[in-house]
Protein backbone atom coordinates (compact mmCIF):
# COMPACT_ATOMS: atom_id res chain seq x y z
CA UNK A 1 0.00 0.00 0.00
CA UNK A 2 1.92 2.68 -1.26
CA UNK A 3 -0.76 5.80 -0.21
CA UNK A 4 -0.37 8.96 -2.39
CA UNK A 5 2.78 8.97 -4.75
CA UNK A 6 4.29 11.90 -6.93
CA UNK A 7 6.36 11.90 -10.28
CA UNK A 8 8.31 13.51 -10.60
CA UNK A 9 10.10 14.17 -7.22
CA UNK A 10 12.04 17.62 -8.89
CA UNK A 11 11.52 19.61 -12.04
CA UNK A 12 12.88 22.93 -13.59
CA UNK A 13 11.59 24.16 -16.28
CA UNK A 14 11.84 27.64 -18.67
CA UNK A 15 9.66 29.76 -18.89
CA UNK A 16 7.25 28.89 -21.53
CA UNK A 17 7.91 25.36 -21.19
CA UNK A 18 5.10 22.84 -20.22
CA UNK A 19 4.94 19.85 -17.86
CA UNK A 20 2.77 17.86 -16.41
CA UNK A 21 2.81 16.74 -12.64
CA UNK A 22 1.09 13.20 -11.93
CA UNK A 23 -0.35 12.07 -8.42
CA UNK A 24 -1.23 8.44 -7.49
CA UNK A 25 -3.40 7.11 -4.72
CA UNK A 26 -4.21 3.34 -4.01
CA UNK A 27 -6.50 3.47 -1.02
CA UNK A 28 -9.99 4.17 -3.30
CA UNK A 29 -10.26 7.92 -2.38
CA UNK A 30 -12.88 9.32 -4.60
CA UNK A 31 -11.76 12.82 -3.43
CA UNK A 32 -8.49 14.32 -4.66
CA UNK A 33 -6.28 17.42 -4.19
CA UNK A 34 -3.41 19.86 -5.54
CA UNK A 35 -2.05 22.35 -3.33
CA UNK A 36 1.13 24.13 -3.87
CA UNK A 37 3.19 25.49 -0.40
CA UNK A 38 5.41 28.87 -0.71
CA UNK A 39 7.35 30.40 2.39
CA UNK A 40 5.00 32.51 4.59
CA UNK A 41 1.48 30.96 2.82
CA UNK A 42 1.60 27.88 4.14
CA UNK A 43 -0.79 25.30 1.63
CA UNK A 44 -2.96 26.77 -1.03
CA UNK A 45 -5.88 25.01 -3.02
CA UNK A 46 -5.12 24.76 -6.49
CA UNK A 47 -7.58 22.34 -8.10
CA UNK A 48 -9.69 19.75 -6.49
CA UNK A 49 -11.97 16.68 -8.03
CA UNK A 50 -14.89 15.16 -6.27
CA UNK A 51 -14.29 12.05 -8.24
CA UNK A 52 -13.73 10.70 -11.71
CA UNK A 53 -14.14 12.84 -14.69
CA UNK A 54 -15.12 15.98 -12.15
CA UNK A 55 -12.82 18.74 -11.29
CA UNK A 56 -12.66 21.85 -9.43
CA UNK A 57 -11.26 25.40 -9.39
CA UNK A 58 -9.35 26.06 -5.94
CA UNK A 59 -8.08 29.58 -4.18
CA UNK A 60 -5.25 29.69 -6.99
CA UNK A 61 -6.63 28.20 -10.18
CA UNK A 62 -4.80 30.34 -12.70
CA UNK A 63 -2.08 29.16 -14.74
CA UNK A 64 -2.73 25.83 -14.18
CA UNK A 65 -5.49 22.54 -15.44
CA UNK A 66 -5.75 19.46 -14.29
CA UNK A 67 -7.60 16.34 -15.19
CA UNK A 68 -9.34 12.89 -13.82
CA UNK A 69 -9.89 10.60 -16.08
CA UNK A 70 -9.27 7.79 -13.85
CA UNK A 71 -10.01 7.54 -10.21
CA UNK A 72 -6.95 6.97 -9.08
CA UNK A 73 -5.09 9.74 -10.72
CA UNK A 74 -4.96 13.55 -10.93
CA UNK A 75 -2.78 15.02 -13.35
CA UNK A 76 -1.91 18.82 -12.87
CA UNK A 77 -0.10 20.42 -15.81
CA UNK A 78 1.29 23.69 -16.54
CA UNK A 79 0.99 25.05 -19.85
CA UNK A 80 3.13 28.15 -19.68
CA UNK A 81 5.57 28.00 -16.79
CA UNK A 82 6.24 31.36 -15.04
CA UNK A 83 8.69 32.17 -12.32
CA UNK A 84 5.62 32.79 -9.64
CA UNK A 85 4.58 29.03 -10.36
CA UNK A 86 7.83 28.10 -8.79
CA UNK A 87 6.66 26.43 -5.52
CA UNK A 88 6.70 22.64 -4.07
CA UNK A 89 3.43 20.95 -4.82
CA UNK A 90 1.54 18.54 -3.06
CA UNK A 91 -1.04 16.21 -3.85
CA UNK A 92 -3.63 14.89 -1.62
CA UNK A 93 -6.52 12.10 -1.06
CA UNK A 94 -9.36 11.85 1.19
CA UNK A 95 -12.96 9.72 2.09
CA UNK A 96 -13.67 11.89 4.35
CA UNK A 97 -11.65 14.83 6.53
CA UNK A 98 -8.67 13.31 6.79
CA UNK A 99 -6.54 14.27 3.59
CA UNK A 100 -3.34 12.21 2.88
CA UNK A 101 -0.55 14.02 1.26
CA UNK A 102 1.93 12.80 -1.14
CA UNK A 103 5.63 13.64 -1.02
CA UNK A 104 5.95 16.56 -2.67
CA UNK A 105 7.33 18.08 -6.37
CA UNK A 106 9.65 20.69 -6.24
CA UNK A 107 9.72 22.67 -9.12
CA UNK A 108 12.03 25.46 -10.24
CA UNK A 109 11.01 28.00 -13.25
CA UNK A 110 13.88 30.05 -14.08
CA UNK B 1 -7.45 39.48 6.02
CA UNK B 2 -6.15 35.78 5.70
CA UNK B 3 -9.02 33.68 7.07
CA UNK B 4 -6.47 31.87 9.28
CA UNK B 5 -3.57 33.01 10.92
CA UNK B 6 -0.87 30.93 12.80
CA UNK B 7 2.43 32.78 14.34
CA UNK B 8 5.01 31.26 11.72
CA UNK B 9 7.71 30.98 14.60
CA UNK B 10 10.21 30.16 14.83
CA UNK B 11 9.89 28.53 18.06
CA UNK B 12 12.22 26.63 20.01
CA UNK B 13 12.01 25.01 23.48
CA UNK B 14 14.06 22.59 25.48
CA UNK B 15 13.47 19.08 25.50
CA UNK B 16 10.66 17.78 28.34
CA UNK B 17 8.83 21.59 27.95
CA UNK B 18 5.36 21.69 27.21
CA UNK B 19 4.32 23.14 23.63
CA UNK B 20 1.79 25.61 22.71
CA UNK B 21 1.23 26.38 19.45
CA UNK B 22 -2.21 28.56 18.36
CA UNK B 23 -4.31 29.55 15.21
CA UNK B 24 -7.16 32.52 15.18
CA UNK B 25 -9.08 32.68 12.50
CA UNK B 26 -12.42 35.01 11.04
CA UNK B 27 -14.78 32.31 9.62
CA UNK B 28 -17.29 31.32 12.31
CA UNK B 29 -18.51 28.99 9.61
CA UNK B 30 -15.68 26.34 10.20
CA UNK B 31 -16.42 23.27 11.99
CA UNK B 32 -14.02 21.10 11.61
CA UNK B 33 -10.47 22.22 13.28
CA UNK B 34 -7.32 20.01 12.13
CA UNK B 35 -3.46 19.66 13.36
CA UNK B 36 -0.86 18.26 10.68
CA UNK B 37 2.80 17.47 10.83
CA UNK B 38 5.36 18.30 8.39
CA UNK B 39 8.59 17.20 8.43
CA UNK B 40 11.91 19.08 6.44
CA UNK B 41 11.11 18.00 2.95
CA UNK B 42 7.77 15.68 3.49
CA UNK B 43 4.46 15.88 3.02
CA UNK B 44 1.93 16.66 5.86
CA UNK B 45 0.25 14.03 7.75
CA UNK B 46 -2.90 14.23 10.32
CA UNK B 47 -2.13 14.85 14.33
CA UNK B 48 -5.36 14.79 15.47
CA UNK B 49 -9.00 16.69 14.33
CA UNK B 50 -11.52 18.05 16.19
CA UNK B 51 -15.61 18.89 15.78
CA UNK B 52 -17.15 22.33 17.07
CA UNK B 53 -15.52 23.28 20.89
CA UNK B 54 -13.75 21.29 23.06
CA UNK B 55 -10.51 19.62 23.76
CA UNK B 56 -9.29 15.88 22.11
CA UNK B 57 -6.40 14.18 23.93
CA UNK B 58 -4.16 11.73 21.91
CA UNK B 59 -0.86 10.38 23.72
CA UNK B 60 1.18 13.65 24.89
CA UNK B 61 -1.14 15.91 22.07
CA UNK B 62 -3.89 17.65 23.05
CA UNK B 63 -5.98 19.56 20.57
CA UNK B 64 -7.88 22.61 21.94
CA UNK B 65 -10.67 24.61 19.91
CA UNK B 66 -13.00 28.11 21.48
CA UNK B 67 -15.13 28.96 19.00
CA UNK B 68 -16.23 31.78 21.36
CA UNK B 69 -13.19 33.38 20.61
CA UNK B 70 -12.26 31.82 17.02
CA UNK B 71 -9.29 30.61 18.33
CA UNK B 72 -7.47 26.68 18.33
CA UNK B 73 -4.79 25.10 20.54
CA UNK B 74 -2.19 22.20 19.83
CA UNK B 75 -0.18 21.37 23.31
CA UNK B 76 2.73 19.04 23.30
CA UNK B 77 3.91 17.58 26.68
CA UNK B 78 6.98 16.02 27.21
CA UNK B 79 8.33 16.88 24.01
CA UNK B 80 10.87 15.36 22.08
CA UNK B 81 13.69 16.21 19.14
CA UNK B 82 11.76 13.65 17.24
CA UNK B 83 8.51 16.46 17.81
CA UNK B 84 10.78 19.10 15.81
CA UNK B 85 8.61 20.03 12.59
CA UNK B 86 6.20 22.49 11.33
CA UNK B 87 2.84 22.06 12.20
CA UNK B 88 -0.32 23.28 10.27
CA UNK B 89 -3.49 24.44 11.53
CA UNK B 90 -6.32 23.52 8.60
CA UNK B 91 -9.89 24.12 8.91
CA UNK B 92 -13.17 22.57 6.75
CA UNK B 93 -16.29 24.81 5.77
CA UNK B 94 -18.78 22.43 5.25
CA UNK B 95 -21.19 25.01 3.60
CA UNK B 96 -18.37 25.76 1.11
CA UNK B 97 -17.63 21.69 0.28
CA UNK B 98 -17.26 19.35 2.77
CA UNK B 99 -13.20 18.57 1.52
CA UNK B 100 -12.15 22.24 1.33
CA UNK B 101 -9.06 23.05 3.86
CA UNK B 102 -7.68 26.36 4.83
CA UNK B 103 -4.79 26.22 6.37
CA UNK B 104 -2.61 28.92 8.85
CA UNK B 105 0.75 29.18 7.47
CA UNK B 106 2.49 26.95 9.64
CA UNK B 107 4.71 27.32 12.57
CA UNK B 108 8.44 25.97 12.87
CA UNK B 109 9.03 23.97 15.60
CA UNK B 110 12.29 23.03 17.39
CA UNK B 111 13.21 20.85 20.25
CA UNK B 112 16.71 20.80 21.72
CA UNK B 113 17.73 17.79 23.27
Known amino acids: NAGVTQTPKFRVLKTGQSMTLLCAQD?????MYWYRQDPGMGLRLIHY???????AKGEVPDGYNVSRLKKQNFLLGLESAAPSQTSVYFC?????????FGPGTRLTVT | QKEVEQDPGPLSVPEGAIVSLNCTYS??????FMWYRQYSRKGPELLMYTYSSGNKEDGRFTAQVDKSSKYISLFIRDSQPSDSATYLCAMINLIQGAQKLVFGQGTRLTINP
Open chain 2, 27 to 32: NSAFQY
Open chain 1, 92 to 100: ASSYLYEQY
Open chain 1, 27 to 31: MNHEY
Open chain 1, 49 to 55: SVGEGTT
